[in-house]
């Protein structure tokens, strides 16, 4: 107990604090995991849509493979990345690992299934409700798409939200591909495992703490915005 | 007064911060000429790299990059061209990548030795044994519990070899009192304190470990416990990606007079835990 | 042709002063089946352009059903829809509405909810200005344009509903019981609403179990029983004198379990 409060204290000192060393990680935290949430948005919310909203054969197996892809383990995903990334996998030849962009690449791998599953079961829900008078008005597939993704904008903030969580968390994937290069690949999650297996849990847990501020923040900021957008537009 | 300058610290490392996130900062950007060397745990954890990089990126211009796993996984990831130079300690893995025509050449770099860890109630009675394999047996026979890494790592396959020239089968013991992490050095100390194990680690990992509690050295000094690290520059007709030239030029500077006094001038807690013995001179 | 400039709002007093009115719209041999039970059971009847037909008949008798059928929105176990005397298309689809009776809000502005509909039918720029105005007057929710339609009484979302659907420029309008959870004083609103667009020419099909309301806006009626047709018939002829059993039991307020197979 005595050493989670000196974590808590030493955490507080962290943040009044903030060298330019824990800054540059946190940066580079933000960068990485904001970056792969907005690519995952990108192909996860038409996806999900589209699974959710539209008859087709082979949906419900696509919905069923997307929920089993949330559970992808952030270790396989970085394997994966690894071998595509290798110098010796197909995509060696662009030289990305352990730079941030296989960090973003796999982070991305690892949340598109997040943010596809989590769309899916919201704009099937909204959908439920909009069937009958989209069918009256005979709307298009593409509009139908469109109208439900823009009608769950807010509800759809949270899913991306549960991506940010799961990105910004993970350690397993980045670390294979990015290496927990100093300077260069360091990301809040790798430095807190390597400060555990340095022995140096304290310091480890302050990170932790550190961290999941950071989150909170984010948070924060999103679920304003999200209350004031609903007052506006919203019932 | 105290407030603006408050204030000014606030706003620079505001801008540390964006820089950071939208990647404008110098390390992302960083020099065009950087390698990428796969080393251990062991090397990395201890400090070394952090202290003696600066002089040579100083005097070259070179960014070292340093990817810190185990030795098995760092071979691997060489042979996989995701690397320059390859920094490990595992005399017969680092051979065979060698033969096999992924390095160009292995050079002695530094040793240091292994120790045995337990915690100060010493349940098999080891402490101060200068036998090693003596006190393997005398854990195996105590039934006290023992953490390997098990993590095909230099430390686990020298730990191996010991249990085997003690006449041991610790892998028919494994889930009794012979516990595998498959982790990395810092971790396993962690579960072996955890535990209550034994446990064999290399002395800069050890020595710079901040989490020992009650823990002590039991066995140190028997020769067999001799830990010595090589170095390679990974072999750029096999894998064209390499930068042999930029590679070289860091495996000489390790090699020289000068990257060699770096090795033996850095401390932890006031103790030297590296040694420098390269043979091969530049 | 004619059709095109019909729908683009022309006054439809061409249509309803020829005489006899044709039927627009026709059922035959209609049938549709769910969960293993015939829910809809033969039915053949004819729409009048122009007219006020009321469907009518209690809980579960399949009224909603009929007008999802002759709308398109489900398709028939069994026989057809005929629009204009040919099998419903989209063309024919295209010149229909339909009103439910919990309106259905996309989670937009009032404004928002017009122009969606609008879009949707492709009507673009002033055109589609001029008439989103319409729809706002006619539904008398000016100054509630930027609302989210969705925090507007009950009353006010249904006279939403009715107008976004007229804005189209609809030939027939099918209102599924648009007033059976309103207020008396919305659901004299909404009636309004549908003798205006009638007088603007627009066939209204309108399922109701509400005899008050069927006598007061009803031309023509069919009145269903257990997923036929009892009887049809002129909307106040049926309502005073009901030839029919199930009618006559309904409109004394006895329940009728004859399953009249």
Redesign the interface.
């Known amino acids: 107990m005595g050493s989670f409060m000196g974590s808590l204290g030493e955490a507080a000192g962290l943040i009044m604090a903030?060298d330019?060393d824990l800054?540059?990680?946190?940066?580079?935290s933000?960068?990485v995991t904001?970056t792969a949430v907005a690519a995952a948005c990108l192909i996860g919310l038409p996806l999900g849509a589209v699974v959710g909203a539209l008859r087709f054969p082979g949906r419900s197996l696509a919905g069923l493979v997307l929920n089993a892809l949330m559970g992808l383990p952030p270790v396989v995903v970085g394997l994966m990345v690894y071998m595509m990334l290798?110098?010796?996998?197909p995509l060696?030849?662009l030289?990305l690992?352990?730079t941030?962009t296989a960090m973003i690449i796999a982070q991305t791998i690892l949340v598109t299934p997040i943010v596809a599953a989590l769309t899916r079961q919201v704009v099937e829900d909204?959908h439920t409700?909009?069937a009958?008078?989209f069918?009256?008005?005979?709307?298009?597939p593409f509009?139908r798409v469109v109208?439900l993704l823009?009608?769950?904008r807010l509800s759809l903030l949270t899913v991306a939200l549960a991506g940010f969580g799961r990105a910004v968390a993970e350690v397993g994937a980045v670390i294979i591909v990015g290496?927990?290069?100093?300077?260069?690949t360091r990301v809040m999650t790798t430095t807190i495992a390597?400060e555990?297996?340095?022995?140096?849990?304290e310091?480890a847990l302050a990170l932790g703490v550190v961290l999941l501020v950071i989150a909170l923040v984010v948070n924060g900021a999103v679920m304003t915005f999200r209350a004031s957008a609903a007052r506006?537009?919203?019932? | 007064m105290a407030t603006s300058r408050r204030t000014a610290g606030a706003v620079r490392r505001l801008a540390v911060l964006a820089a950071a996130v939208f990647g404008l900062s110098a390390p992302t950007v960083a020099a065009d000429e950087y390698i990428v060397v796969q080393s251990t745990t062991s090397a990395e954890h201890s400090g070394l790299f952090d202290a003696i990089l600066p002089a040579f990126r100083e005097q070259t211009g070179i960014e070292v990059r340093v990817v810190a796993v185990g030795t098995g996984q760092a071979i691997k990831n060489a042979a996989n061209g995701d690397g320059d130079v390859l920094l490990v300690h595992d005399r017969l893995a680092e051979d065979k990548f060698v033969a096999d025509g992924h390095g160009v050449s292995r050079a002695d770099v530094m040793y240091n030795d292994f120790v045995v860890v337990g915690p100060l109630g010493d349940p098999a009675g080891v402490a101060s044994m200068a036998d090693v394999l003596a006190a393997f047996r005398k854990i195996a026979d105590s039934g006290a519990p023992f953490a390997s890494r098990g993590d095909d790592s230099g430390t686990h396959k020298a730990e191996l070899r010991l249990w085997r020239e003690a006449g041991i089968d610790a892998a028919a013991a494994s889930g009794g009192w012979y516990r595998e992490t498959g982790a990395g050095m810092g971790s396993t100390l962690n579960t072996a304190i955890g535990l209550g194990a034994y446990v064999m680690a290399d002395r800069a990992t050890w020595v710079s470990f901040g989490n020992k509690r009650d823990y002590r050295v039991m066995v140190e000094g028997d020769p067999r416990l001799f830990n010595q690290y090589g170095i390679i520059l990974v072999n750029a007709d096999r894998h064209p990606n390499v930068k042999a030239r930029l590679g070289e030029t860091f495996v000489n500077w390790v090699l020289s007079t000068e990257g060699q006094a770096a090795i033996a001038s850095y401390r932890v807690d006031g103790r030297q835990v590296f040694f420098p013995n390269a043979t091969k001179r530049p | 042709m004619l059709e095109t400039e019909i729908n683009v709002g022309a006054p439809a007093a061409a249509w309803r002063e020829a005489a006899p009115p044709e039927a627009l719209l026709q059922a035959r041999g209609l049938c549709f089946e769910g969960g293993g039970k015939r829910l809809i059971d033969g039915i053949d009847i004819d729409i009048r352009a122009g007219r006020r037909t009321i469907v009518m008949g209690a809980n579960g008798t399949g009224k909603s059903l009929l007008l999802r059928l002759l709308h398109g929105l489900i398709r028939p176990t069994k026989g057809e829809v005929l629009w204009r005397g040919r099998p419903l298309d989209r063309r024919g689809r295209h010149a229909q509405a339909m009103v439910f009776q919990r309106p259905v809000m996309l989670r937009r502005s009032v404004l928002a909810n017009l122009r969606f509909a609008l879009a949707v039918r492709g009507f673009t720029g002033s055109e589609r200005s001029v008439r989103e105005a319409e729809a706002m007057e006619r539904a008398r929710l000016e100054g509630l344009a930027t609302r989210p339609a969705r925090v507007l009484s009950a009353g006010e979302q249904q006279r939403l509903a009715v107008a976004r659907a007229l804005a189209c420029a609809p030939r027939v309008l099918f209102l599924d019981e648009p007033t059976a959870s309103l207020d008396p004083v919305s659901t004299h609103a909404v009636e309004q609403l549908i003798r205006e667009a009638h007088a603007d020419g627009v066939t209204i099909v309108l399922a109701t179990h509400d005899a008050g309301q069927a006598r007061r806006l009803g031309d023509d009626l069919i009145f269903m029983h257990a997923g036929r047709v009892a009887e049809t018939g002129c909307a106040s002829h049926v309502l005073n004198t009901p030839r029919s059993e199930a009618a006559r039991a309904w409109l004394e307020g006895r329940l009728y379990l004859d399953s009249s197979s």
């Open positions: 903030l330019a800054l540059e990680i946190i940066g580079l933000l960068r904001l290798s110098a010796t996998g060696g030849v030289g690992l352990y941030p909204l409700d909009y009958e008078q069918a009256s008005l005979e709307v298009r509009d109208a823009w009608d769950a290496g927990n290069i100093n300077h260069v390597l555990t297996s340095k022995g140096n849990l310091f506006m537009t919203y019932a």
